[in-house]
C-alpha cells in the first residue's frame, strides 16, 4: 500500500486528487493536508493534518515532519502555492527520499508568468495571443480592440481578469498593479473554450484528454464535453516539444477564426481532474505509475461524453442530534 499526501484537500484540486486516488488501482492510504480545519476534503481522506500557509516560514519543516509521521512515499500538492514553494525547497526536502509531483522547473517558472508564457511561443513562432505590458490606451486599444482584457502577469484561477474599455479604467489598472500589469486582444468567446490534460513523461510519452468546456465563475470548470480534435491535439503536440513538461500538465485554449489560442498552461494536476478521472483519465494513478513504480503510464482507454459540475451539501451533526 502507498501513503500518499495531498495538500489543499479543502480545493476543487485537492479534493479532486483525492477521490481520485480512491478510484485507482492501487491500495492507498491517503493523508490530506489543509490549512483550514474544517476542509471538506478530509471526509475522503484517511488521515488528515491541518496545515500551515505555503508562505509560512515553517511551511517546510511542518511539511517534513508530516512525511516522516506517515511515512509518505508520494505528495502531490493540490494548490499553486505549496508547488511554488515546494520548488524552491527542493533541495531540502529531497532529504526525505519521497517523491513529489513538481513538474519541469524551467515550465514552473515560465507559466508563472504569463507574460514569459507569450514570449516563449512568439520565440518558437507560435501563433499568440496579442499582448503588452506597457504602451498608451489609445495605441493598444487600436492594436487589440475594445474591450481588452485586464490579465495580470501572474495569478492563479482566473482571479484578477478585468474586461477594460476606456481610458480611465486602463490608466488606473496599470497604475495600480504595475509590474504585474498586461493586457491582452479578447479571442473567442466562452462557448470556444477548451481545457487539455496531458501526461509527459522523461521518455516524451505523452497522454492527452480534451474537453470543450464551460467555466463557473470562480473560475474552474463547470460544464464539459470530451472532444476529439486532430488540429488541436496537434496544436498540443507543439506546446509540449516547446515547452518541455513533465508529469500532469493543463493547456487551456480559445478558438477563433480557424486557431487554437493558447491561454495559459497549469504544470500541474488542475481542477478539471475529477471529471478526466471519471472518462478513464485517471491523474493521480497515472502520478502513482510514474513517480513510484517508475514506469510510463499505460496508455488510458477513454471514454466519450459530458459532464456538469453541481453543488453537494455535507453535513456534520453535533453529538446531541445522533
Given amino acids: ?106 515550465l514552473l517558472h515560465v507559466s508563472d508568468d504569463k507574460w514569459l508564457t507569450h514570449q516563449k511561443l512568439e520565440t518558437a513562432g507560435v501563433q499568440s495571443i496579442p499582448s503588452y505590458i506597457q504602451g ?23 482571479k484578477g481578469i478585468l474586461e477594460i474599455d476606456n481610458e480611465a479604467d486602463f490608466d488606473y489598472w496599470k497604475k495600480k498593479i504595475g509590474a504585474n500589469f498586461m493586457v491582452q486582444k479578447i479571442v473567442g468567446d466562452s462557448s470556444s473554450e477548451y481545457t487539455a490534460g496531458v501526461f509527459v513523461t522523461r521518455s516524451g510519452q505523452s497522454q492527452k484528454i480534451v474537453m470543450q468546456r464551460q467555466l463557473s465563475g470562480e473560475g474552474s470548470t463547470s460544464k464539459a464535453k470530451i472532444v476529439k480534435n486532430q488540429v488541436l491535439e496537434a496544436e498540443i503536440d507543439k506546446l509540449v516539444q516547446i515547452f518541455r513538461p513533465e508529469g500532469p500538465t493543463n493547456f487551456q485554449f480559445r478558438y477563433e477564426n480557424g486557431h487554437y489560442y493558447l491561454l495559459e498552461i497549469n504544470p500541474r494536476i488542475s481542477s478539471s481532474t475529477s471529471l478526466r478521472s471519471s472518462f478513464g483519465f485517471n491523474e493521480a494513478e497515472m502520478c502513482i505509475e510514474y513517480y513510484l513504480e517508475e514506469k510510463d503510464p499505460e496508455l488510458r482507454e477513454l471514454k466519450t461524453g459530458n459532464a456538469v459540475r453541481y453543488i453537494e451539501d455535507w453535513i456534520n451533526y453535533d453529538s446531541d442530534n445522533l
Avoid at 486599444?141 to 492563479?156: A, F, Q
Fill in 136 to 158: 498608451e490606451y489609445h495605441h493598444i486599444s487600436n492594436e487589440v480592440g475594445k474591450p481588452m482584457l485586464l490579465k495580470p502577469r501572474r495569478s492563479y484561477a482566473s
Fill in 1 to 106: 500500500m502507498y501513503n500518499i499526501l495531498v495538500t489543499g484537500v479543502g480545493a476543487i484540486i485537492g479534493y479532486g486528487i483525492v477521490k481520485s486516488l480512491k478510484k485507482s488501482k492501487y491500495p492507498v492510504n491517503v493523508v490530506g493536508m489543509d490549512i483550514y480545519e474544517d476542509a471538506v476534503g478530509q471526509h475522503w481522506c484517511d488521515h488528515f493534518e491541518k496545515g500551515v500557509m505555503a508562505k509560512d516560514p515553517l511551511f517546510t519543516d511542518f511539511l517534513i515532519e508530516v512525511i516522516g509521521k506517515y511515512k509518505i512515499d508520494l505528495v502531490i500538492p493540490g494548490i499553486e502555492q505549496d508547488i511554488t514553494r515546494i520548488s524552491a525547497d527542493y533541495e531540502k526536502l529531497g532529504n526525505t527520499n519521497v517523491k513529489f509531483v513538481i513538474n519541469n522547473r524551467e
